[in-house]
């Protein structure tokens, strides 16, 4: 069954404590793993798009990685302003050209 | 700025209610979605489109309908709203073979159903 696992539900960093959001999937024909952020009462925001093993992408404090059986966010020195559910969503080849796979999130809170 | 716009950011409606949900979006995306979210359970596909007057079920259609009459606005129906359907639900588009940009999404409507 294809499935896509966030760890952990939650998450509290002091200002400055480098850590990494993990997600780990099950899918047949990865065709894309993307992360997103969302704020409280918001809509997702798109971050990143990675496509093969190995990919990496960056932006500000924030670094994506992805292997064959799962997806890290790293966030390097977090500020308080970083705070904010991080999503992670997977799209298989065969469920159609658009749709995505939502897991349930991480909660990150950075205290100042 | 791309944008996609609910109409609502809250509602309250009572059960039986036959409700309209209303999204549109400014960037001639041919793909709308509408998902819904709740604590715990993520967001889970309510139904998709990937054209004009075109539609397809997605993971949870049951007591939902939609409506796309034109390329730009996509219309979630609660034919007759439970109190089970409160939830917070978002609209989103994309662009055909774009996955370099994911989905836009608006800022949600909450729904309560009392």
């Known amino acids: 069954e294809d499935q896509v696992t966030q760890s952990p539900e939650a998450l509290r960093l002091q200002e400055g404590e480098s850590s990494s959001l993990n997600c780990s999937y099950t899918v047949s024909g990865l065709r894309g793993l993307f992360w997103y952020r969302q704020d409280p009462g918001k809509g997702p925001e798109f971050l990143f798009t990675l496509y093969s093993a190995g990919e990496e992408k960056e932006k500000e404090r924030l670094k994506a990685t992805l292997t064959k059986k799962e997806s890290f966010l790293h966030i390097t020195a977090p500020k308080p302003e970083d705070s904010a559910t991080y999503l992670c969503?997977?799209?298989?080849?065969?469920?159609?050209?658009?749709?995505?796979?939502f897991g349930t999130g991480t909660r990150l809170t950075v205290i100042p | 700025d791309v944008k996609v716009t609910q109409s609502s950011r809250y509602l309250v409606k009572r059960t039986g209610e036959k409700v309209f949900l209303e999204c549109v979006q400014d960037?001639?995306?041919?793909?709308m979605f509408w998902y819904r979210q709740d604590p715990g359970l993520g967001l889970r596909l309510i139904y998709f489109?990937?054209?004009?007057?075109?539609?397809e079920k997605g993971d949870i259609p049951e007591g939902y309908s939609v409506s796309r009459e034109k390329k730009e606005r996509f219309s979630l129906i609660l034919e007759s709203a439970s109190t089970n359907q409160t939830s917070m639900y978002l609209c989103?588009?994309?662009?055909?073979?774009?996955?370099?940009?994911?989905?836009?999404f608006g800022s949600g409507t909450r729904l309560t159903v009392v």
């Open positions: 969503a997977v799209q298989a080849s065969w469920w159609g050209a658009n749709n995505l796979f």
């Open positions: 960037m001639d995306h041919e793909n």
């Open positions: 489109s990937y054209d004009v007057k075109m539609k």
């Open positions: 989103a588009s994309s662009l055909s073979g774009d996955r370099d940009h994911g989905y836009t």
